[in-house]
């Protein structure tokens, strides 16, 4: 498939920032819609002037916004969400209308406007607490929250019933996806949640028991993955994007606390938040055989890198002090 013009929702946020530095990288064009309420421009701040980057602010729920946005693309990739599971948990009504009913609205628009392709980023919480491990795509699904079922809604709308003949679509359920640009507030990643606390000298917080596993992905292994998911229009379906290596936290934790060399943190152990689950391991053979994917980023690697940013900063900052 040649993708000539490519629409990215949400694609000043994390994931959707780094798509798009691919998706120019590749010589497409690039339409970005992207209401910043987690999203930020600095994110994008390399492609702002850009004539193959058209940035636009909206909202989903704008159905004549959304009309305008897919007129004349190629392939519509769906970051675009509500992604904070306590504030889903707080807000539910607010979630569904952004995550579902905005959703279709899109889908509608990409239908009426002869859009080829969608390829929509879905989660691995719609598994809930997992039965057995590795999880693979044909694991019972059981949401533990309203993000968690608004995004398994999501998918199913799209690939039952927008999928086959109205639409050539994808559904990627992401594991738990990390790496430059992840913001740094309540509701990021124990990955960025870490990283700040360990810097600043803080205590880490870890809610439970530290037990539990995650299955950590690097956000340049999940942009590969939409890449070769817009490439081939023949597959179509779910497919879970996740690196295959559980790490328990508390293993994390040592393991970051030894990159900033701090040998022994200072842990504060908090109750397990409501909508977290126990265990997350993917199995992505089904990508890999029908997409080619394949995780190329180690932890250590990707650990190693947010370290970097770091600490380059903190000596930008101490020059920038200086001269003034």
Not at 170 to 188: E, K, M, S, T
Not at 197 to 202: C, F, Q
Not at 246 to 255: F, N, Q
Request: with cysteine.
């Amino acid at each position: 498939m040649v993708l000539l013009k490519v629409l990215v929702t949400g694609g000043a946020g994390f994931i959707g920032s780094h798509l798009v530095d691919r998706l120019v990288s590749q010589g497409c064009e690039v339409r970005v819609f992207d209401d910043l309420s987690s999203g930020r421009l600095e994110n994008m701040k390399d492609h702002i002037g850009e004539n193959c980057v058209e940035f636009v602010e909206g909202s989903l729920l704008d159905r004549r916004a959304v009309s305008d946005l897919v007129r004349s693309v190629d392939a519509v990739v769906h970051l675009a969400a509500i992604v904070s599971v306590p504030f889903s948990i707080s807000n539910p009504e607010r979630t569904y209308d952004v995550n579902v009913y905005g959703t279709k609205v899109l889908l509608d628009q990409c239908v009426a406007n002869g859009v080829e392709r969608v390829v929509f980023g879905s989660s691995c919480a719609v598994y809930g607490e997992a039965s057995y491990v590795p999880i693979d795509e044909l694991h019972s699904t059981d949401p533990l929250s309203p993000y968690a079922e608004t995004k398994l809604v999501a998918e199913q709308m799209l690939v039952k019933d927008y999928g086959g003949e109205c639409l050539s679509a994808v559904a990627l359920r992401f594991f738990n996806v990390y790496g430059r640009r992840q913001a740094g507030n309540n509701y990021a990643g124990v990955i960025s949640s870490f990283m700040e606390h360990l810097t600043r000298g803080m205590p880490l917080i870890i809610y439970g028991d530290g037990r539990q596993t995650r299955d950590f992905v690097h956000v340049s292994d999940v942009v590969e993955a939409v890449w070769l998911a817009l490439k081939q229009k023949d597959s179509e379906g779910v497919f879970n994007i996740a690196s295959g290596k559980p790490v328990r936290i508390r293993e994390l934790a040592k393991i970051m606390s030894r990159l900033v060399n701090v040998e022994e943190p200072s842990i504060v152990f908090e109750d397990p938040r409501e909508g977290d689950i126990r265990n997350s391991h993917g199995d992505y053979s089904k990508a890999m055989e029908k997409l080619g994917y394949q995780p190329r980023k180690t932890l250590n690697m990707g650990l190693s890198e947010l370290l970097e940013d770091i600490e380059v900063a903190g000596k930008k900052a101490v020059r920038e002090a200086t001269i003034s």
